[in-house]
């Protein structure tokens, strides 16, 4: 049976408040200074912070002047606090006022040494050089940076402080000036460094340094990303005022994400947990891996002539090594195609992931055909007891036996002894050219949960399959971020620690990583709710959700769809009460009255029409929850072409 499109509905003008507003030109002198872009807020430094370490050294006293006066310096020049301490000199910083401070062997343990490039959120960024005892950080009082870089986002790596005790966080608006002299507003809050969401941290550090010694109680850092004005070439940014002598918010770093110019996102998965890793098939000791080598299986959707690939160590608490990495095109099983193109990152065959940092490969010449089936071999010479993977592969991918070395330049595929159905540590592959690329974030449906393993029945392959066959119109990849027991509102994965639950932190937690920080995305696909409205979360919690990803993400400039949710009946704990707040939010996403781009409909293409709360038994899995093939088809090729182009 094939299924009618979706109903849809069109959104009325689309709203450009949440998107930055860039203010006329003004004369390069006239650009505010700190007093003068916050009147309300304090111009002079906080007082009051006691602990040994609370004033800076005198040297960049010139720099730092410079910046409160409104001459942009670089923010280095800028630091104005000791945040990192030795262990054995704990009074040598004092990041909180009240003496307490990060250690610099946890730092150190996780990968993050003083001057060490992160990647969060695909923008490149720097740990300060400072060693531990000097500088490393500004707080935040309206001091006027020096930044120079084109594109959409703007990235800092914070943290929020409260003398002595954990505190709600710090944060507030501040200035970007652009080199034509116009300027645009962002808001920057960072969540509290001892306090604040775990599932939303760049990195968390097991203890933090006090004057009495070590505590141990994780330390937060985070990477917060706002938006620029669209196509913009940045000079340099005001930071918020001071928020008073409650909090303080530090900068670290900070850098302009580029554009993914020439770019498409071709495959994609999401992070969506840390379990621990049982692994040396064919022979392996069973224990974990150790010098062996993943070779992982995806499909890829649009094609292109060069090709890269995106690795991730989310949730992590220390680095990640990859001694080597190929890529080819697959020919059978684990056999590849051709001989395997080996990956350099830096111009260096292997690489080191910083705990919560991501990596990008280099580019490689290869022909990706559009549909193909890639392979991408990723030699660990370990041990790894824990990986950062997408659970829920839907897909045959394998492994060479433990102890059995680097097999990433094999083209037969004999060493692979072993099998695995996640995909650890890959998150993207990219390939050049292409009009950019769609994302799917979603739930179990999405993620092919219940589909014919190894076939790339997900919906989202045929929503790729029809865009690829299309005659007319942009021939967007398709990236498929779906995540089996996501929710929208609350987190299953607590976003630190190694865990067997694998449902990932909430929609609304992994946006950034998930979807605004993909290569070349324009538009997403939003179909999440079931499992929240199944767990007890309310109808209003669950709308407030898609309404803020909603915003967040069209005021990144993505077109915005959303789908309703399907009915559940029949499954394990799918009540009446349940189908009621199912029922509340399908009310309000048909009525989005702007919120969303457009709607699709995937309840009315789903549902039986003689029991609605219910699957069409045709489309059923057989769990009830979950659509089979027939219905993830139906899915896909329900969705209107057309609505998917900003």
Same mark, same amino acid.
């Given at each position: 049976m094939t299924a009618a499109p979706a109903p849809v509905r069109?959104? #009325? /003008?689309? /709203?450009?408040?949440s998107q930055p507003v860039r203010s006329p030109a003004v004369a390069p002198s006239a650009l505010p200074g700190a007093g003068q872009a916050h009147p309300a807020g304090p111009t002079a430094a906080p007082t009051g912070r006691a602990g040994p370490a609370a004033a800076a050294p005198a040297v960049g006293e010139a720099a730092r002047a410079a910046g409160r006066a409104g001459r942009p310096a670089p923010l280095e020049r800028l630091f104005d606090n000791v945040g990192t301490s030795d262990d054995t000199d704990p009074a040598a910083a004092d990041l909180d006022g009240a003496g307490n401070s990060l250690s610099a062997r946890d730092l150190a343990a996780a990968g993050w040494t003083p001057g060490r490039a992160l990647t969060l959120d695909a923008t490149r960024l720097e740990w300060p050089r400072s060693a531990p005892g000097r500088p490393d950080n500004v707080r935040a009082n309206g001091q006027h940076v020096a930044l120079s870089g084109t594109g959409d986002t703007l990235t800092f790596l914070v943290t929020g402080s409260? /003398?002595?005790?954990?505190?709600? #966080?710090?944060? #507030?608006?501040?200035?970007?000036?652009?080199?034509?002299g116009s300027r645009s507003t962002y808001t920057l809050t960072a969540p509290d460094w001892r306090g604040g969401p775990l599932a939303t941290k760049a990195v968390a550090l097991p203890h933090h340094n006090t004057p009495s010694g070590q505590r141990r109680e994780t330390a937060r850092l985070y990477a917060v990303s706002v938006p620029l004005a669209r196509g913009g070439a940045v000079a340099s940014l005001t930071l918020p005022a001071d928020p008073g002598p409650d909090a303080d918010l530090h900068v670290f770093a900070l850098a302009v994400r580029p554009p993914a110019t020439g770019w498409s996102g071709t495959w994609a998965a999401s992070t969506s947990g840390l379990p621990p890793v049982a692994g040396g098939g064919g022979g392996g000791t069973g224990e974990g891996w150790h010098d062996q080598t993943l070779r992982l299986v995806v499909r890829a959707s649009v094609g292109g002539p060069r090709a890269r690939i995106r690795l991730a160590?989310?949730? @992590?608490? @220390?680095?990640?090594?990859?001694?080597? @990495?190929?890529?080819?095109?697959?020919? *059978?099983? *684990? *056999? @590849?195609?051709?001989?395997?193109?080996?990956?350099t990152f830096d111009g260096r065959p292997g690489t080191r992931i910083p705990a919560g940092a991501q990596a990008v490969s280099d580019p490689v010449v290869l022909t990706v055909a559009r549909g193909a089936d890639l392979l991408v071999s990723l030699h660990l010479p370990g041990p790894v007891d824990a990986a950062p993977a997408h659970a829920h592969a839907a897909q045959r991918s394998y492994l060479s036996p433990a102890g059995s070395g680097d097999h990433t330049g094999d083209r037969d595929g004999r060493a692979f002894a072993g099998t695995l159905t996640t995909w650890p540590y890959l998150t993207g592959v990219d390939v050049a050219g292409g009009p950019g690329a769609v994302v799917a974030l979603g739930d179990s449906i999405t993620d092919g949960e219940r589909s014919t393993p190894g076939a790339n029945q997900r919906w989202p392959d045929v929503l790729a399959r029809r865009l690829l066959s299309r005659p007319h119109g942009p021939r967007y990849g398709v990236l498929n971020q779906g995540i089996a027991a996501n929710r929208v509102v609350t987190d299953r994965y607590p976003g630190d620690g190694v865990s067997g639950d694998v449902g990932g932190v909430s929609a609304q937690h992994r946006l950034e990583r998930d979807v605004l920080a993909q290569t070349g995305v324009r538009t997403v696909i939003v179909f999440e709710g079931v499992n929240d409205v199944r767990s007890g979360t309310s109808a209003d919690a669950v709308i407030a959700g898609l309404r803020a990803i909603a915003d967040r993400a069209r005021g990144r400039g993505l077109r915005v769809l959303a789908a309703t949710i399907a009915p559940c009946a029949g499954f394990p704990g799918c009540t009446p009460e349940v189908d009621a707040r199912r029922a509340a939010v399908n009310a309000f996403v048909r009525e989005h009255r702007g919120t969303f781009d457009a709607v699709v409909d995937f309840d009315a293409v789903l549902r039986d029409p003689d029991q609605p709360e219910r699957l069409l038994p045709a489309y059923d899995s057989g769990d009830h929850l979950h659509p089979g093939d027939a219905g993830l088809r139906a899915l896909g090729d329900a969705v209107d072409l057309r609505l998917l182009t900003p």
């Open positions: 069109e959104a #009325g /003008p689309r /709203p450009t408040a409260s /003398p002595g005790r954990v505190g709600p #966080g710090a944060g #507030g608006p501040g200035t970007v000036h652009y080199r034509d160590n989310t949730f @992590a608490a @220390a680095p990640a090594d990859i001694a080597h @990495a190929s890529v080819a095109v697959r020919g *059978a099983d *684990a *056999a @590849a195609a051709a001989d395997p193109v080996p990956l």
